[in-house]
DNA sequence: TATTGTTATACTCTATAACTATA
DNA sequence: TATAGTTATAGAGTATAACAATA
């Protein structure tokens, strides 16, 4: 068995337990992500976003729009440069993360309880060590 | 730090390991995973393919398009259900795949190697108590 | 009636390239 | 010239729905 196929067949389970979250919600994993580097990132420019997640500008572009769409974020723009927009959750987001973060977080919970308190330790840090 | 995450972020370094084994050929998880089903399950019908892969029918269609269409794999008529496919690797898919999985494999130890003998024995434990 | 393959359609994710406005 | 955002485009993956041929 390749670390590969074990590794995805275990990340599928865990964007299983995500959906079940997140089930009646249109929110995917990336947009999730956006919402809690948003939270954690007020103000933040579309690039530097992208840069986070990982992905290119485009990418961090048509996901913000979405969240503009939806009234989850705001574009403000910057005094000090007229280029980039800082960007910030609403009401909204913020409360539609909120209630999000606790189902996320409680079927990842329940996701871990497959393993003991110890061997969640160990397979952190195991995967700590395989991506660093 | 969620589960979901860091199993995320370390699905990512092994898709990397991946990409560097597959580097010069279009191939991609999904095109590799369907090789190697083709492989160890001569003749399979497309849904099945597609029920091993986890997928719709129409996207083992698609995979099984591509395939065929690079001389990778074939349709064979089936005597005995006229309306099945038995799909087979050409000469030229069993040459492809068996050049892969040699470097898929060897990319994929060296991804292992940053565990120690022990450590992989256990991480493969866990992991298939997450995924079973 | 159920199943296989097929087609059409749609949505998401991701990437590259080219363009604009500004620094 | 360099950067932020934007737009267009493309490929890949995945899903549903409807259809014809066959069982």
């Given at each position: 068995?390749?670390?590969?196929?074990?590794?995805?067949?275990?990340?599928i389970a865990?964007?299983?337990?995500?959906?079940?979250?997140?089930?009646?919600?249109?929110?995917?994993?990336?947009?999730?992500?956006?919402?809690?580097?948003?939270?954690?990132?007020?103000?933040?420019?579309?690039?530097?976003?992208?840069?986070?997640?990982?992905?290119?500008?485009?990418?961090?572009?048509?996901?913000?729009?979405?969240?503009?769409?939806?009234?989850?974020?705001?574009?403000?723009?910057?005094?000090?440069?007229?280029?980039?927009?800082?960007?910030?959750?609403?009401?909204?987001?913020?409360?539609?993360?909120?209630?999000?973060?606790?189902?996320?977080?409680?079927?990842?919970?329940?996701?871990?309880?497959?393993?003991?308190?110890?061997?969640?330790?160990?397979?952190?840090?195991?995967?700590?060590?395989?991506?660093?």
């Amino acid at each position: 068995m390749h670390f590969g196929y074990a590794l995805r067949r275990a990340q599928i389970a865990a964007f299983d337990a995500f959906a079940s979250a997140t089930a009646g919600h249109p929110i995917t994993p990336p947009r999730y992500t956006a919402l809690v580097i948003l939270e954690a990132n007020p103000g933040i420019s579309q690039s530097a976003l992208g840069e986070v997640l990982g992905t290119a500008r485009s990418g961090a572009m048509m996901l913000t729009n979405w969240l503009v769409a939806r009234g989850l974020a705001e574009r403000r723009h910057r005094p000090e440069d007229a280029r980039a927009w800082g960007l910030y959750l609403t009401r909204r987001g913020k409360t539609l993360l909120g209630t999000l973060k606790r189902r996320v977080l409680d079927h990842d919970q329940r996701f871990g309880a497959k393993l003991t308190p110890a061997e969640r330790r160990e397979f952190l840090r195991l995967l700590g060590k395989l991506a660093p």
